[in-house]
Protein backbone atom coordinates (compact mmCIF):
# COMPACT_ATOMS: atom_id res chain seq x y z
CA UNK A 1 0.00 0.00 0.00
CA UNK A 2 0.74 4.02 -0.32
CA UNK A 3 3.12 4.31 2.52
CA UNK A 4 1.36 7.71 3.20
CA UNK A 5 -2.34 6.55 2.26
CA UNK A 6 -4.87 4.32 1.87
CA UNK A 7 -3.67 1.19 -0.22
CA UNK A 8 -2.97 1.64 -4.30
CA UNK A 9 -2.16 5.05 -4.80
CA UNK A 10 -3.04 3.96 -8.83
CA UNK A 11 -6.73 4.23 -7.49
CA UNK A 12 -6.74 7.21 -5.61
CA UNK A 13 -9.85 9.12 -5.41
CA UNK A 14 -10.47 12.84 -6.46
CA UNK A 15 -13.15 15.00 -4.93
CA UNK A 16 -15.91 14.91 -6.91
CA UNK A 17 -18.32 18.39 -7.65
CA UNK A 18 -20.48 17.25 -5.31
CA UNK A 19 -18.28 16.44 -2.22
CA UNK A 20 -16.70 19.93 -2.89
CA UNK A 21 -20.04 21.38 -3.13
CA UNK A 22 -20.95 19.89 0.15
CA UNK A 23 -18.02 20.64 2.03
CA UNK A 24 -18.55 23.73 1.63
CA UNK A 25 -22.08 24.12 2.24
CA UNK A 26 -22.35 21.85 5.25
CA UNK A 27 -18.95 22.60 6.79
CA UNK A 28 -17.96 25.33 5.66
CA UNK A 29 -14.75 23.72 4.17
CA UNK A 30 -13.12 25.42 0.75
CA UNK A 31 -11.22 22.20 -0.43
CA UNK A 32 -7.66 23.24 -0.81
CA UNK A 33 -4.58 21.13 -1.04
CA UNK A 34 -2.98 20.77 2.04
CA UNK A 35 1.02 20.75 1.70
CA UNK A 36 2.46 17.02 2.48
CA UNK A 37 6.15 15.62 2.43
CA UNK A 38 7.66 13.73 -0.02
CA UNK A 39 9.23 9.96 1.67
CA UNK A 40 12.72 12.00 0.70
CA UNK A 41 11.75 14.30 2.76
CA UNK A 42 10.92 12.42 5.77
CA UNK A 43 13.80 11.89 8.38
CA UNK A 44 13.19 8.61 10.82
CA UNK A 45 14.83 8.13 14.11
CA UNK A 46 17.94 6.18 13.08
CA UNK A 47 17.45 2.68 13.60
CA UNK A 48 18.48 2.15 17.22
CA UNK A 49 19.16 -1.71 16.45
CA UNK A 50 23.01 -2.48 17.24
CA UNK A 51 25.10 -4.07 14.88
CA UNK A 52 25.33 -7.27 17.21
CA UNK A 53 21.86 -7.83 17.40
CA UNK A 54 21.44 -6.82 13.21
CA UNK A 55 24.12 -9.70 12.60
CA UNK A 56 22.55 -12.14 14.98
CA UNK A 57 19.02 -11.63 13.81
CA UNK A 58 20.26 -11.58 9.94
CA UNK A 59 21.64 -15.17 11.08
CA UNK A 60 18.56 -16.24 11.37
CA UNK A 61 16.47 -14.40 8.17
CA UNK A 62 18.88 -13.73 5.97
CA UNK A 63 20.41 -10.93 4.77
CA UNK A 64 17.70 -10.55 1.96
CA UNK A 65 14.79 -10.41 4.74
CA UNK A 66 16.01 -8.13 7.51
CA UNK A 67 15.35 -4.26 6.14
CA UNK A 68 16.84 -1.26 8.02
CA UNK A 69 17.21 1.31 5.06
CA UNK A 70 14.37 4.53 5.91
CA UNK A 71 12.54 3.95 3.29
CA UNK A 72 11.79 0.35 4.26
CA UNK A 73 11.27 1.01 7.82
CA UNK A 74 8.67 3.77 6.93
CA UNK A 75 6.56 1.44 5.44
CA UNK A 76 6.22 0.23 8.73
CA UNK A 77 5.53 2.81 10.79
CA UNK A 78 1.88 2.57 11.89
CA UNK A 79 -1.33 1.39 10.23
CA UNK A 80 -4.35 3.39 8.31
CA UNK A 81 -6.24 5.49 10.99
CA UNK A 82 -6.80 9.09 10.23
CA UNK A 83 -4.28 9.64 13.12
CA UNK A 84 -1.68 7.13 11.38
CA UNK A 85 -2.30 9.37 7.88
CA UNK A 86 -1.75 12.55 10.10
CA UNK A 87 1.45 11.33 11.46
CA UNK A 88 2.37 10.70 7.30
CA UNK A 89 2.47 14.38 6.81
CA UNK A 90 5.16 15.35 9.09
CA UNK A 91 8.76 15.20 8.29
CA UNK A 92 10.09 13.96 11.82
CA UNK A 93 8.72 10.38 11.90
CA UNK A 94 9.69 7.16 13.66
CA UNK A 95 9.47 3.54 12.85
CA UNK A 96 10.51 0.20 13.55
CA UNK A 97 14.44 -0.29 14.19
CA UNK A 98 14.35 -3.14 11.71
CA UNK A 99 11.83 -5.11 9.34
CA UNK A 100 12.37 -8.97 9.47
CA UNK A 101 10.37 -11.46 6.85
CA UNK A 102 11.10 -15.08 8.55
CA UNK A 103 10.34 -17.55 6.00
CA UNK A 104 8.46 -19.98 8.44
CA UNK A 105 7.39 -21.39 12.20
CA UNK A 106 11.10 -22.61 12.69
CA UNK A 107 12.67 -18.64 11.95
CA UNK A 108 9.87 -17.28 13.42
CA UNK A 109 10.23 -18.74 16.83
CA UNK A 110 13.87 -18.39 16.64
CA UNK A 111 13.47 -14.65 15.98
CA UNK A 112 11.03 -14.65 19.22
CA UNK A 113 13.61 -16.28 20.96
CA UNK A 114 16.86 -14.13 20.04
CA UNK A 115 14.50 -10.76 21.27
CA UNK A 116 13.42 -12.39 24.22
CA UNK A 117 17.05 -13.32 25.17
CA UNK A 118 18.18 -9.76 24.29
CA UNK A 119 15.11 -7.13 25.26
CA UNK A 120 14.21 -6.12 21.36
CA UNK A 121 10.01 -5.67 20.98
CA UNK A 122 8.24 -7.48 18.22
CA UNK A 123 5.41 -5.87 16.20
CA UNK A 124 3.82 -8.36 13.89
CA UNK A 125 2.47 -7.32 10.91
CA UNK A 126 0.24 -8.74 7.91
CA UNK A 127 -1.75 -5.82 5.59
CA UNK A 128 -0.99 -3.21 7.59
CA UNK A 129 -4.36 -2.12 7.38
CA UNK A 130 -5.51 -1.43 11.88
CA UNK A 131 -6.97 1.82 12.73
CA UNK A 132 -6.43 1.38 15.92
CA UNK A 133 -2.65 2.06 16.57
CA UNK A 134 -2.47 -1.90 16.61
CA UNK A 135 0.97 -1.47 14.38
CA UNK A 136 2.72 1.44 16.20
CA UNK A 137 6.45 0.78 16.78
CA UNK A 138 5.66 0.92 20.58
CA UNK A 139 9.06 -0.46 22.19
CA UNK A 140 8.06 0.16 25.97
CA UNK A 141 10.47 -0.71 28.22
CA UNK A 142 12.79 -2.30 25.36
CA UNK A 143 15.58 -0.66 23.85
CA UNK A 144 14.88 -1.44 19.83
CA UNK A 145 11.36 -2.56 18.40
CA UNK A 146 11.34 -4.81 14.70
CA UNK A 147 8.25 -5.33 12.70
CA UNK A 148 7.74 -8.80 11.85
CA UNK A 149 6.07 -9.03 8.47
CA UNK A 150 4.17 -12.37 7.51
CA UNK A 151 4.47 -11.90 3.89
CA UNK A 152 6.31 -15.21 2.87
CA UNK A 153 3.63 -17.36 5.29
CA UNK A 154 1.25 -17.90 1.88
CA UNK A 155 0.26 -21.45 1.02
CA UNK A 156 -3.01 -23.11 0.88
CA UNK A 157 -1.64 -25.84 2.98
CA UNK A 158 -4.77 -27.94 2.13
CA UNK A 159 -8.26 -28.18 1.24
CA UNK A 160 -10.92 -30.73 2.66
CA UNK A 161 -13.31 -30.96 0.30
CA UNK A 162 -16.00 -33.11 2.03
CA UNK A 163 -15.23 -31.70 5.04
CA UNK A 164 -15.24 -28.19 3.74
CA UNK A 165 -12.35 -27.12 5.91
CA UNK A 166 -8.98 -25.51 4.59
CA UNK A 167 -5.83 -24.51 6.04
CA UNK A 168 -4.38 -21.11 5.15
CA UNK A 169 -1.09 -19.34 5.89
CA UNK A 170 -1.18 -16.27 7.86
CA UNK A 171 0.09 -14.20 5.19
CA UNK A 172 -2.08 -14.65 2.72
CA UNK A 173 -4.87 -11.77 1.65
CA UNK A 174 -8.20 -11.62 1.21
CA UNK A 175 -7.94 -11.58 -3.08
CA UNK A 176 -5.61 -14.53 -2.74
CA UNK A 177 -7.23 -16.54 -0.17
CA UNK A 178 -10.51 -16.19 -2.65
CA UNK A 179 -8.21 -16.69 -5.75
CA UNK A 180 -6.68 -20.46 -3.92
CA UNK A 181 -10.01 -21.66 -2.53
CA UNK A 182 -11.87 -20.67 -6.08
CA UNK A 183 -9.09 -22.99 -8.08
CA UNK A 184 -10.78 -25.42 -6.37
CA UNK A 185 -14.12 -24.35 -6.32
CA UNK A 186 -14.45 -22.94 -2.82
CA UNK A 187 -14.83 -19.41 -1.23
CA UNK A 188 -14.36 -18.57 2.14
CA UNK A 189 -16.77 -15.67 2.03
CA UNK A 190 -14.92 -13.23 3.98
CA UNK A 191 -15.18 -8.92 2.82
CA UNK A 192 -14.51 -6.78 5.24
CA UNK A 193 -13.72 -3.25 3.70
CA UNK A 194 -9.67 -3.88 4.12
CA UNK A 195 -10.25 -7.15 1.91
CA UNK A 196 -7.87 -6.42 -0.87
CA UNK A 197 -4.78 -5.65 1.58
CA UNK A 198 -5.16 -7.58 4.85
CA UNK A 199 -4.51 -11.19 5.47
CA UNK A 200 -5.82 -14.09 7.23
CA UNK A 201 -3.35 -13.80 10.29
CA UNK A 202 -4.81 -10.23 10.44
CA UNK A 203 -8.44 -11.14 10.13
CA UNK A 204 -7.87 -13.69 13.25
CA UNK A 205 -5.83 -11.47 15.43
CA UNK A 206 -8.70 -8.81 15.57
CA UNK A 207 -11.60 -10.49 15.01
CA UNK A 208 -11.93 -9.36 12.20
CA UNK A 209 -16.08 -8.90 10.57
CA UNK A 210 -16.30 -9.06 6.93
CA UNK A 211 -19.40 -7.40 5.03
CA UNK A 212 -21.27 -10.76 4.10
CA UNK A 213 -21.18 -11.64 7.95
CA UNK A 214 -25.04 -11.89 7.59
CA UNK A 215 -24.33 -15.01 5.76
CA UNK A 216 -21.37 -16.52 6.95
CA UNK A 217 -20.57 -15.18 10.29
CA UNK A 218 -17.73 -13.37 11.61
CA UNK A 219 -14.05 -14.92 10.97
CA UNK A 220 -14.06 -15.68 14.07
CA UNK A 221 -17.08 -18.18 13.54
CA UNK A 222 -15.39 -19.70 10.44
CA UNK A 223 -12.02 -20.33 12.50
CA UNK A 224 -11.64 -24.05 12.97
CA UNK A 225 -7.99 -24.28 14.82
CA UNK A 226 -5.19 -22.04 15.12
CA UNK A 227 -1.43 -22.73 14.85
CA UNK A 228 0.61 -19.91 17.18
CA UNK A 229 4.12 -19.49 17.80
CA UNK A 230 5.01 -17.76 21.20
CA UNK A 231 8.15 -17.12 23.00
CA UNK A 232 7.27 -20.13 25.30
CA UNK A 233 6.68 -22.44 22.81
CA UNK A 234 3.99 -23.53 19.57
CA UNK A 235 0.61 -24.17 20.12
CA UNK A 236 -1.97 -26.30 18.13
CA UNK A 237 -5.25 -25.60 18.65
CA UNK A 238 -8.40 -27.01 17.57
CA UNK A 239 -9.29 -30.67 16.53
CA UNK A 240 -12.90 -30.99 16.11
CA UNK A 241 -16.07 -29.07 14.91
CA UNK A 242 -16.71 -28.86 18.83
CA UNK A 243 -15.44 -29.93 22.17
CA UNK A 244 -15.95 -30.18 25.40
CA UNK A 245 -12.39 -30.32 26.27
CA UNK A 246 -12.16 -27.30 28.95
CA UNK A 247 -12.38 -23.49 27.79
CA UNK A 248 -11.09 -23.13 24.13
CA UNK A 249 -8.00 -22.08 23.86
CA UNK A 250 -8.54 -20.85 20.39
CA UNK A 251 -10.51 -17.76 21.60
CA UNK A 252 -7.15 -16.68 23.82
CA UNK A 253 -5.39 -15.86 20.27
CA UNK A 254 -8.60 -15.17 17.96
CA UNK A 255 -8.75 -11.10 18.74
CA UNK A 256 -5.36 -11.34 20.95
CA UNK A 257 -3.82 -9.02 18.33
CA UNK A 258 -0.09 -10.07 18.44
CA UNK A 259 0.04 -9.49 22.09
CA UNK A 260 -0.06 -13.72 22.89
CA UNK A 261 1.64 -14.96 20.01
CA UNK A 262 2.26 -14.91 16.25
CA UNK A 263 -0.86 -16.57 14.46
CA UNK A 264 1.04 -18.57 10.95
CA UNK A 265 -1.71 -20.90 10.17
CA UNK A 266 -5.42 -20.65 10.21
CA UNK A 267 -7.64 -23.85 9.58
CA UNK A 268 -11.05 -22.10 8.35
CA UNK A 269 -14.74 -23.17 7.29
CA UNK A 270 -15.21 -23.00 3.79
CA UNK A 271 -17.93 -22.89 1.30
CA UNK A 272 -18.48 -23.96 -2.57
CA UNK A 273 -18.62 -20.76 -4.86
CA UNK A 274 -21.95 -19.98 -5.07
CA UNK A 275 -23.76 -20.66 -8.65
CA UNK A 276 -25.97 -17.56 -7.68
CA UNK A 277 -26.40 -14.32 -6.65
CA UNK A 278 -29.22 -11.91 -5.98
CA UNK A 279 -29.48 -8.41 -5.26
CA UNK A 280 -32.25 -6.12 -3.84
CA UNK A 281 -31.96 -2.72 -1.89
CA UNK A 282 -34.53 -0.86 -0.14
CA UNK A 283 -35.88 2.32 1.18
CA UNK A 284 -37.46 2.86 4.55
CA UNK A 285 -38.87 5.91 5.49
CA UNK A 286 -36.56 6.34 8.59
CA UNK A 287 -33.47 4.65 10.87
CA UNK A 288 -36.70 3.13 13.82
CA UNK A 289 -38.34 1.60 11.24
CA UNK A 290 -35.28 0.65 9.13
CA UNK A 291 -33.75 -1.16 12.28
CA UNK A 292 -36.93 -2.95 13.24
CA UNK A 293 -37.25 -4.47 9.83
CA UNK A 294 -33.32 -5.62 9.80
CA UNK A 295 -34.34 -7.00 13.10
CA UNK A 296 -37.12 -9.20 11.81
CA UNK A 297 -35.15 -10.52 9.02
CA UNK A 298 -32.25 -11.50 11.63
CA UNK A 299 -34.33 -12.93 14.23
CA UNK A 300 -36.22 -14.91 11.67
CA UNK A 301 -33.09 -16.21 10.07
CA UNK A 302 -34.32 -15.83 6.39
CA UNK A 303 -30.48 -15.89 5.43
CA UNK A 304 -29.36 -12.85 3.73
CA UNK A 305 -25.89 -12.90 2.99
CA UNK A 306 -25.29 -9.28 3.17
CA UNK A 307 -28.06 -7.01 5.53
CA UNK A 308 -26.50 -3.51 5.93
CA UNK A 309 -29.00 -0.18 6.73
CA UNK A 310 -28.21 3.49 6.25
CA UNK A 311 -29.28 6.17 8.57
CA UNK A 312 -30.88 9.51 7.01
CA UNK A 313 -27.49 11.36 6.78
CA UNK A 314 -25.71 8.56 5.29
CA UNK A 315 -28.44 8.15 2.56
CA UNK A 316 -28.45 11.81 1.96
CA UNK A 317 -24.61 12.74 1.72
CA UNK A 318 -25.29 9.66 -1.39
CA UNK A 319 -27.69 11.93 -2.66
CA UNK A 320 -26.28 14.98 -2.25
CA UNK A 321 -23.27 13.96 -3.77
CA UNK A 322 -24.54 11.93 -6.35
CA UNK A 323 -27.83 12.31 -6.86
CA UNK A 324 -28.66 8.71 -7.56
CA UNK A 325 -27.43 5.31 -6.15
CA UNK A 326 -26.76 3.71 -8.91
CA UNK A 327 -29.23 3.78 -11.69
CA UNK A 328 -31.83 4.23 -8.87
CA UNK A 329 -32.91 7.83 -8.23
CA UNK A 330 -34.28 7.84 -4.02
CA UNK A 331 -35.78 10.86 -2.87
CA UNK A 332 -34.81 10.74 1.26
CA UNK A 333 -35.38 8.21 3.63
CA UNK A 334 -32.86 5.17 4.52
CA UNK A 335 -31.59 2.70 2.35
CA UNK A 336 -31.14 -0.80 2.85
CA UNK A 337 -28.77 -3.60 1.29
CA UNK A 338 -29.43 -7.07 0.47
CA UNK A 339 -27.33 -9.76 -1.13
CA UNK A 340 -28.26 -13.95 -1.24
CA UNK A 341 -25.72 -16.16 -2.37
CA UNK A 342 -26.22 -20.42 -2.84
CA UNK A 343 -27.69 -22.48 -5.26
CA UNK A 344 -30.45 -20.53 -7.62
CA UNK A 345 -33.06 -22.24 -5.77
CA UNK A 346 -31.53 -21.30 -2.20
CA UNK A 347 -30.65 -17.75 -3.06
CA UNK A 348 -34.38 -17.48 -4.37
CA UNK A 349 -35.91 -18.80 -1.55
CA UNK A 350 -33.96 -16.61 1.08
CA UNK A 351 -34.63 -13.91 -0.92
CA UNK A 352 -38.56 -14.36 -1.69
CA UNK A 353 -38.89 -15.26 2.39
CA UNK A 354 -36.81 -11.75 3.34
CA UNK A 355 -38.46 -9.73 0.65
CA UNK A 356 -41.57 -10.65 2.16
CA UNK A 357 -40.49 -9.30 5.77
CA UNK A 358 -39.23 -6.36 4.75
CA UNK A 359 -42.04 -5.26 2.57
CA UNK A 360 -44.43 -6.05 5.99
CA UNK A 361 -41.76 -3.85 7.93
CA UNK A 362 -42.18 -0.88 6.14
CA UNK A 363 -39.51 -1.52 3.47
CA UNK A 364 -39.98 -0.13 -0.46
CA UNK A 365 -38.05 -2.03 -2.61
CA UNK A 366 -35.82 -0.26 -4.96
CA UNK A 367 -34.86 -2.98 -7.69
CA UNK A 368 -31.44 -4.92 -7.97
CA UNK A 369 -29.65 -1.15 -9.36
CA UNK A 370 -28.43 0.24 -5.92
CA UNK A 371 -27.49 -3.11 -4.20
CA UNK A 372 -25.33 -3.65 -6.82
CA UNK A 373 -23.23 -0.40 -7.28
CA UNK A 374 -22.81 -0.93 -3.73
CA UNK A 375 -20.99 -4.30 -4.23
CA UNK A 376 -19.14 -2.67 -7.07
CA UNK A 377 -17.74 0.31 -4.63
CA UNK A 378 -17.76 -1.79 -1.27
CA UNK A 379 -13.43 -1.66 -1.05
CA UNK A 380 -12.99 1.89 -2.37
CA UNK A 381 -14.65 3.99 0.83
CA UNK A 382 -11.18 4.44 2.66
CA UNK A 383 -9.70 6.20 -0.49
CA UNK A 384 -12.08 9.46 -0.22
CA UNK A 385 -11.17 9.73 3.62
CA UNK A 386 -7.74 10.76 2.00
CA UNK A 387 -8.63 12.97 -0.61
CA UNK A 388 -10.73 14.56 2.26
CA UNK A 389 -7.40 15.58 4.51
CA UNK A 390 -5.72 16.13 1.44
CA UNK A 391 -8.35 19.03 1.69
CA UNK A 392 -8.54 20.60 4.67
CA UNK A 393 -11.15 18.37 5.87
CA UNK A 394 -10.92 15.96 8.86
CA UNK A 395 -12.71 11.91 8.53
CA UNK A 396 -12.60 8.97 9.95
CA UNK A 397 -14.86 6.41 11.19
CA UNK A 398 -15.31 4.58 14.39
CA UNK A 399 -17.30 1.35 15.64
CA UNK A 400 -19.84 -0.49 17.95
CA UNK A 401 -22.75 -3.32 18.79
CA UNK A 402 -25.15 -3.61 20.90
CA UNK A 403 -28.34 -4.89 21.70
CA UNK A 404 -31.70 -4.22 19.75
CA UNK A 405 -32.99 -1.90 22.48
CA UNK A 406 -30.39 -0.30 23.00
CA UNK A 407 -29.62 0.37 19.70
CA UNK A 408 -31.48 3.93 19.50
CA UNK A 409 -29.37 5.10 22.76
CA UNK A 410 -26.47 4.35 21.50
CA UNK A 411 -26.86 5.90 18.28
CA UNK A 412 -27.71 9.08 19.86
CA UNK A 413 -25.12 9.28 22.47
CA UNK A 414 -22.32 8.71 19.78
CA UNK A 415 -23.27 10.89 17.25
CA UNK A 416 -24.05 13.87 20.30
CA UNK A 417 -20.95 13.25 21.57
CA UNK A 418 -18.83 13.46 18.47
CA UNK A 419 -20.84 17.03 17.14
CA UNK A 420 -20.37 18.50 20.83
CA UNK A 421 -16.73 17.53 21.10
CA UNK A 422 -16.02 19.08 17.33
CA UNK A 423 -17.97 21.84 17.55
CA UNK A 424 -16.10 22.98 20.67
CA UNK A 425 -13.41 22.82 18.75
CA UNK A 426 -14.39 25.52 16.06
CA UNK A 427 -16.09 22.98 13.26
CA UNK A 428 -19.76 21.79 12.96
CA UNK A 429 -19.54 18.44 12.13
CA UNK A 430 -21.76 15.67 9.61
CA UNK A 431 -22.20 12.18 11.75
CA UNK A 432 -23.30 9.40 8.85
CA UNK A 433 -23.92 5.84 10.62
CA UNK A 434 -25.12 2.30 9.79
CA UNK A 435 -25.89 -1.06 10.61
CA UNK A 436 -23.11 -3.26 9.27
CA UNK A 437 -23.45 -6.30 10.85
CA UNK A 438 -26.57 -8.02 12.37
CA UNK A 439 -27.20 -10.61 15.04
CA UNK A 440 -30.65 -12.20 16.63
CA UNK A 441 -30.16 -10.14 19.96
CA UNK A 442 -27.83 -6.76 18.54
CA UNK A 443 -26.06 -5.34 15.77
CA UNK A 444 -23.45 -3.25 15.14
CA UNK A 445 -23.06 0.64 14.76
CA UNK A 446 -20.89 1.76 11.82
CA UNK A 447 -20.15 5.85 12.08
CA UNK A 448 -18.43 8.16 9.44
CA UNK A 449 -17.39 11.62 10.74
CA UNK A 450 -16.68 14.37 8.58
CA UNK A 451 -15.62 17.85 9.80
CA UNK A 452 -13.45 20.83 9.34
CA UNK A 453 -9.41 20.62 10.44
CA UNK A 454 -9.08 23.18 13.37
CA UNK A 455 -5.66 23.77 15.02
CA UNK A 456 -3.80 20.16 15.97
CA UNK A 457 -5.62 17.94 13.68
CA UNK A 458 -4.64 15.04 15.86
CA UNK A 459 -5.66 16.61 19.49
CA UNK A 460 -8.99 17.52 17.74
CA UNK A 461 -9.78 14.18 16.87
CA UNK A 462 -8.21 12.32 19.83
CA UNK A 463 -10.74 14.41 21.92
CA UNK A 464 -13.49 13.52 19.98
CA UNK A 465 -12.42 10.25 19.75
CA UNK A 466 -12.27 9.88 23.19
CA UNK A 467 -15.89 11.59 23.97
CA UNK A 468 -16.84 8.70 21.80
CA UNK A 469 -15.53 6.27 23.34
CA UNK A 470 -16.63 7.25 26.93
CA UNK A 471 -20.13 7.49 25.35
CA UNK A 472 -20.30 4.02 24.30
CA UNK A 473 -19.12 2.82 27.52
CA UNK A 474 -21.65 4.65 29.39
CA UNK A 475 -24.53 3.56 27.87
CA UNK A 476 -23.14 -0.05 27.87
CA UNK A 477 -21.93 -1.15 24.16
CA UNK A 478 -18.75 -2.52 23.53
CA UNK A 479 -16.07 -0.27 22.88
CA UNK A 480 -14.91 -2.46 19.10
CA UNK A 481 -17.18 -4.71 17.42
CA UNK A 482 -14.17 -5.61 14.34
CA UNK A 483 -11.17 -2.53 14.84
CA UNK A 484 -9.83 -4.61 17.58
CA UNK A 485 -8.33 -2.71 20.51
CA UNK A 486 -5.09 -1.83 19.56
CA UNK A 487 -3.27 1.20 21.64
CA UNK A 488 -6.38 3.31 21.30
CA UNK A 489 -9.00 1.47 22.49
CA UNK A 490 -6.35 -0.02 25.21
CA UNK A 491 -7.97 2.91 27.43
CA UNK A 492 -11.25 1.71 27.87
CA UNK A 493 -10.14 -2.51 28.27
CA UNK A 494 -11.01 -2.45 32.03
CA UNK A 495 -14.41 -0.90 31.28
CA UNK A 496 -14.65 -3.87 28.83
CA UNK A 497 -13.74 -6.38 30.76
CA UNK A 498 -13.09 -5.29 34.59
CA UNK A 499 -10.48 -5.48 36.53
CA UNK A 500 -10.25 -9.41 37.13
CA UNK A 501 -10.67 -10.04 33.61
CA UNK A 502 -7.39 -7.61 33.25
CA UNK A 503 -5.55 -9.81 35.58
CA UNK A 504 -6.60 -13.32 33.36
CA UNK A 505 -4.85 -11.12 30.21
CA UNK A 506 -2.07 -10.54 31.66
CA UNK A 507 -1.66 -13.68 33.65
CA UNK A 508 -2.16 -15.19 29.66
CA UNK A 509 0.53 -12.70 28.89
CA UNK A 510 3.68 -13.76 31.51
CA UNK A 511 2.56 -17.46 30.29
CA UNK A 512 3.23 -17.29 26.87
CA UNK A 513 5.35 -13.98 27.03
CA UNK A 514 6.93 -13.91 29.95
CA UNK A 515 9.69 -11.43 28.35
CA UNK A 516 6.86 -8.65 27.11
CA UNK A 517 8.28 -8.47 23.94
CA UNK A 518 5.30 -9.05 21.51
CA UNK A 519 3.28 -6.24 20.73
CA UNK A 520 3.83 -3.98 23.74
CA UNK A 521 1.73 -1.23 24.11
CA UNK A 522 -1.56 -2.82 23.20
CA UNK A 523 -4.62 -4.90 24.01
CA UNK A 524 -4.01 -5.46 27.67
CA UNK A 525 -3.94 -2.41 30.19
Not at 78 to 98: F, I, M, N, V, Y
Not at 224 to 243: F, I, K, N, Q
Request: glycine share 12%; aromatic share 6%; with cysteine.
Amino acid sequence: MAWNAWGDPDAAKPLSGGIRGLLEQALGIKAAAIAAPGIDEVQLEPSALTDVHRDGLTAIVGADYLRTVDRERLLYAGGKSTLDLLRRKQTQQDAPDAVLLPADEEQIAAVLAYCSRHGIAVVPFGGGTSVVGGLDPIRGEFGSVVSLDLRRLVELHWLDETSNEAELGAGVTGPDAERLLGERGFSLGHFPQSFRFATIGGFAATRSSGQDSAGYGRFNDMIRGLRVVTPAGVLDLGRAPESAAGPDLRELFTGSEGVFGIITRVRLRVHPTPEAVRYEAWSFPDFATGAAALRAVTQIATGPTVLRLSDEAETGVNLATTGAIGEQTITGGCLAITLFEGTPAHAESRHAETRAVLEANGGTSLGEGPARAWEHGRFDAPYLRDSLLAAGALCETLETATTWSNLPVLKAAVTEALTTSLAESGTPALVLCHISHVYPTGASLYFTVVAGQRGDVTKQWRAAKVAACEAITRVGATITHHHAVGADHRPWMTAEVGELGVKVLRAVKQAVDPAGILNPGKLIP
